[in-house]
């Protein structure tokens, strides 16, 4: 497996895209000035206490209040009020949590009003960013997230990611991580900890410590809300998450970018540090890579696949909706059932990508085609989480209903992507979807033309502007055709066609 990062930087913002063997997975966008990102920590203020919701609203600076609910207040805020108190004055500076005393852990079932006041002053965390109208969702159990492992303040709790799957490693991690842990922290250790050395952990640790102790430092100077705490920027909060042996290349059109990454891969993984390149070329970084095709293929209602199967996916208030078409596709399988199970696989694999590219979040309903063999059901549910393993975003699958649905849930922490992959209709008002779209679909009817040894001869009936765009310059995608199928492919320019319309006809003009 091939992992490359392409980084396209603006004047107001910076794209990352995320390929896995040349496929687009992850499309990210930091806007410069961006305030509330999931990892900041605020010295923010309480608002309204609301006994009824068991909740407060609490003021970060964004227009909307931040919702803060008793659960996500953590068993230790007790703790944590009392350590802002103290640190508030200036006079205490024993930030490392040695020798601080401990309140009582608050009652799981308790109110909210018996801890927090209005006015009150209180250190949150955001873990889910604005969206629509809403303000960011805050925690106070707070965690600060290195390379190997996340240091939570006033607790004495150590854990194991839990996709690592080998005891043996699990315990060896565990007893590490007792050894090296300061007193007043717990410690949850990350899948990429898995066969680090104790060395390798401490010093992970010890940045942890030290931007908790650099952020304490500010609290006597600081009026609410202030963030005090930035999450890393985008680039390395991506490098932090995913970077592995995998990892081939990262390129980025800016020359600041490119030395800021070779810093930051020089502490968390220095022998990476030669794959960052400096993007020269006139061709822009995301038309190189094939990026802004993908982009165009991948954002639209209707998402084509291999062998003419297509998905389409809609977003309602409430949920997002998938249904699997098997389309036009000749059937090489040897039944129904045998088709049915191919188109689904492949539609899996395909969803487990458009979640992670889209950043669906909430409820997913996928409507598989139909199987009537259980076994084919449960190779279908298996091959599914298989795909979603590679998914850093928590999520849950339930096994296909007798209805043939798949029911997913996939935890939403910043507004979902949406791209616009539609254009100005040249025949008559509206939008149709963008030449790529369309190029993608007649790719798709043409394997399935091509199939067929009885064509000896090929037309492609298309609108004009379509038939240009496929036959420009030497090195045309007509010319690629050919070198693909090895036959010659004659496009005939049709005025009377509407723009997305098109008719492949053998020498018979079948």
């Given at each position: 497996?091939?992992?490359?990062?392409?980084?396209?930087?603006?004047?107001?913002?910076?794209d990352f895209a995320?390929?896995r063997?040349?496929?687009?997975?992850e499309?990210?966008n930091?806007?410069?000035?961006?305030?509330?990102?999931?990892?900041?920590?605020?010295?923010a203020k309480?608002?309204k206490?609301l006994?009824g919701?068991?909740a407060?609203f609490?003021?970060?600076?964004?227009?909307k209040d931040?919702?803060?609910h008793?659960?996500?207040?953590?068993?230790?805020v007790?703790?944590?009020?009392?350590?802002?108190?103290?640190?508030?004055?200036?006079?205490?500076?024993?930030?490392?949590?040695?020798n601080?005393?401990k309140?009582e852990?608050i009652?799981?079932?308790?109110?909210i009003?018996?801890?927090?006041?209005?006015?009150?002053n209180?250190?949150?965390?955001?873990?889910?960013?604005?969206?629509?109208?809403?303000g960011?969702?805050?925690s106070s159990e707070l965690?600060?997230?290195?390379?190997?492992l996340?240091?939570?303040?006033?607790?004495?709790?150590?854990?194991v990611?839990?996709?690592?799957?080998d005891p043996?490693?699990?315990?060896r991690?565990?007893?590490?991580?007792?050894?090296?842990?300061?007193k007043?922290?717990?410690?949850?250790l990350?899948t990429?900890?898995?066969?680090?050395?104790?060395?390798e952990?401490?010093?992970?640790?010890q940045?942890?410590?030290?931007?908790?102790?650099?952020?304490?430092?500010s609290?006597?100077?600081?009026?609410?809300?202030?963030?005090?705490?930035s999450e890393?920027?985008?680039?390395?909060?991506?490098?932090r998450?995913?970077?592995?042996e995998?990892?081939?290349?990262?390129?980025?059109?800016?020359?600041?970018?490119?030395?800021?990454?070779?810093e930051y891969?020089?502490?968390?993984?220095p022998?990476k540090?030669?794959?960052?390149?400096l993007h020269?070329?006139?061709t822009?970084?995301?038309?190189?890579?094939g990026?802004?095709?993908?982009?165009?293929?991948?954002?639209?209602k209707?998402?084509s696949?291999?062998?003419?199967a297509y998905?389409?996916?809609?977003?309602?208030?409430?949920l997002?909706?998938?249904?699997?078409?098997?389309g036009?596709?000749?059937?090489?399988?040897g039944?129904?059932?045998?088709?049915?199970?191919?188109v689904?696989?492949?539609?899996?694999?395909?969803?487990?990508?458009?979640?992670?590219l889209?950043?669906?979040?909430?409820?997913?309903?996928?409507d598989?085609?139909d199987?009537?063999?259980?076994e084919?059901?449960?190779?279908?549910?298996?091959?599914?989480?298989?795909?979603?393993?590679l998914?850093?975003?928590?999520?849950k699958?339930l096994?296909?209903?007798?209805?043939g649905l798949?029911?997913?849930?996939?935890q939403?922490?910043?507004p979902?992507?949406?791209i616009k992959?539609?254009?100005?209709?040249?025949?008559?008002?509206g939008?149709?979807e963008?030449?790529?779209?369309?190029?993608?679909?007649i790719?798709?009817d043409?394997?399935?033309?091509m199939s067929n040894?009885?064509n000896k001869?090929?037309?492609l009936h298309?609108?004009?502007?379509?038939?240009a765009?496929?036959?420009k310059?030497?090195?045309?995608?007509?010319?690629?055709?050919?070198?693909?199928?090895?036959?010659?492919?004659?496009?005939?320019?049709r005025?009377?066609?509407?723009?997305?319309?098109?008719?492949?006809?053998?020498?018979?003009?079948?």
């Amino acid at each position: 497996m091939k992992t490359e990062l392409i980084i396209r930087s603006n004047s107001s913002d910076i794209d990352f895209a995320l390929l896995r063997d040349g496929k687009l997975i992850e499309l990210n966008n930091e806007t410069t000035g961006n305030k509330f990102s999931v990892g900041d920590i605020f010295l923010a203020k309480i608002g309204k206490v609301l006994t009824g919701l068991n909740a407060a609203f609490v003021n970060v600076g964004y227009p909307k209040d931040g919702f803060l609910h008793y659960h996500d207040l953590g068993a230790q805020v007790n703790s944590l009020n009392s350590f802002i108190k103290k640190v508030s004055t200036g006079k205490y500076k024993e930030f490392t949590l040695k020798n601080f005393r401990k309140e009582e852990d608050i009652n799981k079932d308790g109110s909210i009003n018996n801890v927090l006041k209005s006015g009150q002053n209180l250190l949150v965390q955001i873990v889910k960013e604005p969206i629509s109208t809403k303000g960011p969702r805050l925690s106070s159990e707070l965690s600060i997230a290195g390379r190997y492992l996340v240091l939570v303040p006033f607790s004495n709790r150590v854990s194991v990611s839990q996709k690592i799957a080998d005891p043996k490693e699990k315990e060896r991690l565990k007893r590490l991580a007792k050894s090296i842990k300061p007193k007043g922290f717990g410690v949850i250790l990350r899948t990429v900890a898995e066969g680090k050395k104790v060395a390798e952990l401490d010093k992970d640790l010890q940045n942890s410590l030290d931007r908790w102790k650099n952020m304490c430092k500010s609290i006597p100077n600081t009026n609410t809300p202030t963030k005090i705490l930035s999450e890393l920027n985008r680039a390395s909060s991506i490098l932090r998450d995913v970077m592995n042996e995998s990892f081939t290349s990262i390129v980025t059109n800016d020359e600041t970018l490119q030395i800021e990454i070779k810093e930051y891969l020089q502490e968390i993984y220095p022998e990476k540090e030669k794959i960052v390149k400096l993007h020269k070329s006139e061709t822009p970084i995301f038309e190189k890579y094939g990026i802004e095709r993908q982009i165009k293929t991948s954002f639209g209602k209707t998402v084509s696949m291999s062998r003419g199967a297509y998905l389409v996916i809609e977003h309602t208030e409430a949920l997002h909706v998938i249904d699997v078409n098997s389309g036009n596709r000749s059937n090489k399988a040897g039944s129904q059932e045998d088709t049915a199970l191919e188109v689904n696989l492949i539609s899996a694999t395909e969803i487990a990508r458009q979640l992670q590219l889209r950043d669906m979040g909430g409820i997913i309903v996928v409507d598989f085609i139909d199987m009537h063999k259980a076994e084919n059901r449960n190779k279908l549910y298996q091959h599914l989480k298989e795909q979603m393993a590679l998914d850093r975003t928590k999520h849950k699958i339930l096994p296909p209903s007798k209805f043939g649905l798949v029911q997913i849930t996939r935890q939403r922490v910043r507004p979902e992507l949406s791209i616009k992959t539609t254009e100005t209709n040249p025949n008559k008002n509206g939008e149709v979807e963008a030449p790529i779209v369309l190029l993608d679909k007649i790719e798709a009817d043409l394997e399935k033309f091509m199939s067929n040894s009885k064509n000896k001869k090929v037309q492609l009936h298309v609108h004009p502007f379509i038939a240009a765009y496929l036959t420009k310059g030497i090195n045309s995608i007509r010319f690629k055709w050919y070198l693909k199928h090895k036959k010659w492919i004659t496009i005939i320019p049709r005025d009377a066609y509407t723009y997305l319309y098109y008719r492949f006809k053998s020498v018979k003009t079948k």
